[in-house]
């Protein structure tokens, strides 16, 4: 039986990272084994889980002693480094030289452009993954030294869901790159239209970056043209949370849930519109899994022209985007998905068909195991 290591700096099956990776050890064959600084959650589906504590920014620097032993125990036939635009550097440390490694860069974020700066302010940006250290580092990291440390790492193949990361290290000898499928589920329940009391919902963290002070904003506009409309925000608390309920009290029709969602597609299903108005390139890495899973159960989705929502989205094809932190555009989106019935449903049946043909964690299985099968064994099994 093959032994896939997944080497990941923090884990919970209910971040996108974490579920890609559950995901796969679910459906790949093999034996998968969890190396991570922090496993929160969601760790049933692993033969074995190793927890190395330290800094979840670093790691695994720092405990390349601690992972040269768990690695040495386990003997795996493959690494599986999950990471960021770091990834190549991480790649190239001598602790995994001696093993197989496949490399799945989930993103390579930048720096946001002055332009953007407005959208939040800067201590929103830092308490979110739009301004941490590692983005100022990958904004400078040059795609011939990421390339470089492939090569010295003997990693010759990348998967990524981020088109940014595949143009950057693509069309290198030696390298493979794949698109590696947005995941999403399979669900037989299916969201309705309906005129009487239609709610927009939206999941995730309680973060401005994520677009929740445009989306209160618009808010009033849509009460106003679609007058039954409720609003339903599923929040992860973060620091901002104060704030965010606040300004959702002084509104019509709010409702927030913050305890955990124990069945999120039902409450998608439940929607007739979801909206992720993201106001940064990468508010979170891609793909942005809500999206998916709205898609998954024909909730149709307004969302925001950003990278992390365009790994999933295809605008004006199986949803809607619109321009960051513009309210009235938003509002206007929204509120005619809720007024046109023929729009609703093309919508709903281009996520449904989007889900079957191009996302779908069977498929992002399928790519995965290719890249297993064409890594090969690794030199400790061959031993």
């Known amino acids: 039986m093959t032994r896939i290591v997944h080497l990941i700096a923090e884990y919970s099956g209910h971040e996108a990272m974490g579920r890609t990776v559950s995901e796969t050890a679910s459906r790949v064959p093999g034996d998968h084994y969890l190396v991570t600084s922090h496993a929160h959650d969601g760790t049933g589906v692993f033969a074995g889980v190793d927890e190395l504590g330290g800094a979840v920014a670093s790691f695994p620097l720092g405990r390349t002693a601690a992972l040269a032993g768990v690695l040495a125990r386990i003997r795996p036939d493959v690494v599986h480094l999950h990471a960021g635009a770091l990834g190549p550097l991480q790649a190239a440390m001598s602790v995994l030289r001696p093993y197989k490694t496949v490399l799945t860069a989930y993103a390579w974020p930048t720096v946001p452009g002055p332009a953007t700066w407005r959208r939040a302010s800067l201590a929103e940006m830092r308490s979110s993954n739009v301004l941490q250290p590692r983005v100022a580092l990958t904004t400078l990291l040059p795609p011939m030294l990421a390339t470089a440390a492939l090569h010295r790492a003997g990693v010759s193949t990348v998967l990524t869901p981020d088109p940014r990361v595949a143009e950057r290290l693509g069309g290198h000898r030696g390298l493979t790159v794949t698109r590696l499928p947005s995941g999403a589920p399979t669900d037989e329940r299916r969201a309705r239209f309906t005129t009487g009391r239609p709610t927009v919902v939206f999941a995730g963290r309680a973060e ?24 339903r925000l599923l929040l992860i608390p973060r620091p901002e949370l104060p704030a965010i309920l606040a300004r959702a009290g002084s509104a019509a029709d709010v ?129």
């Open 208 to 231: 401005t970056v994520r677009g929740l002070d445009t989306l209160l904003a618009a808010w009033p506009t849509i009460r106003e043209r679609v007058p039954g409309a409720r609003l």
């Open 255 to 383: 409702e927030v849930v913050t305890e955990p969602v124990q069945d999120l597609l039902a409450e998608l299903a439940a929607a007739q519109v979801g909206t992720w108005p993201f106001k940064f390139d990468y508010t979170t890495s891609p793909p942005a899994m809500a999206v998916a899973e709205a898609m998954s159960v024909g909730l149709p989705v307004v969302a925001t022209d950003v990278a992390c929502v365009r790994a999933v989205l295809e605008p004006g094809v199986n949803g809607i985007a619109v321009p960051p932190a513009r309210p009235a555009a938003l509002a206007d989106a929204i509120a005619g998905l809720l007024r046109d019935e023929l729009g609703w449903h093309r919508y709903a049946e281009a996520g449904l068909r989007s889900v079957r043909d191009q996302l779908g964690w069977d498929r992002a299985a399928e790519v995965t195991a290719r890249a297993y099968a064409l890594t090969g064994p690794s030199p400790s099994a061959a031993g």
